[in-house]
């Protein structure tokens, strides 16, 4: 069972240095490595850290099994990679956050969210959120990174009570969405998609409001768009953003309480929507 270092575990997992440059020749194995050890929840694996990622790329390889997914977030470090790519662990530099101070509700918003057009549900239907963030056309990107290995891995995720979604609904529809990881007082933002005018922001920020006010500290936001800036996000150096994690995570020591610290479980059911 891989429980940290540098090298492969038995498959491969190859944890890179700082000078090199990325490249995935000799890579024979596309998506999550079958033979690579799965991780339960409660098992860890420790990643080099991603300050000598210098593209930001950390790590090539693995799987993404319930116990390298947390261990990944909780080092800032996170998953994306092509369809025919091997699994990619990425921390790129900057990185795009939003803190609550931040956040930004246009007028124009406001009123259309406290008009009762969208009907807006917490973790009523995660694998439709995912399913669909997976499907939808993006500008400028050919085919999607969400592959089938990632649709599972967060599914079980959800299952396991770590992974969240909202839910945006018109008419009874499922209008847009947007889900990610709730670690103690970060939430790790993974993906939206939206099927009606500005639904994909009334379920990101019914949950950022939420979120704050239950006393996450920051979203993560991973990368910057135009989409997320212009509800708040800003860019800090990877650095900054890794020391901020280290810090909001530390109350998750082992001996707390992270049932109730993660806010694990069905976020219906917790915040009554």
Known sequence: MPTGG?????????????????????????GADPDFPYLTEDKR??????????????????????GMLLSAYEQGIFPWFNPGDPVLW????????IFPEKLHVSASMKRLLKKGTFEVALDRDFAAVIRSCAETERPGQEGTWITGDMLR???ELHRLGWAHSAEC???GNLAGGCYGIRLGGVFFGESMFARVSNASKAAFLTLAEILFADGTAFIDCQIPTDHLRSLGGTEINRRDFLRLLKNTLAERRPEADTQTLDRRGNWGERYHR
């Open 45 to 66: 694996f420790s990643f080099p850290s991603p300050e000598e990622a210098l593209d930001g790329i950390v790590a090539i390889g693995g799987n993404l099994s319930p």
């Open 90 to 97: 990425q921390s790129p530099d900057p990185r795009f956050v």
């Open 6 to 30: 540098t090298g492969n575990t038995g498959s491969r997992c190859f944890l890179r240095g700082k000078t090199r440059e990325v490249s995935l020749k000799g890579w024979k194995r596309t």
């Open 153 to 155: 891995a967060y599914t």
């Open 169 to 171: 609904y018109v008419g």
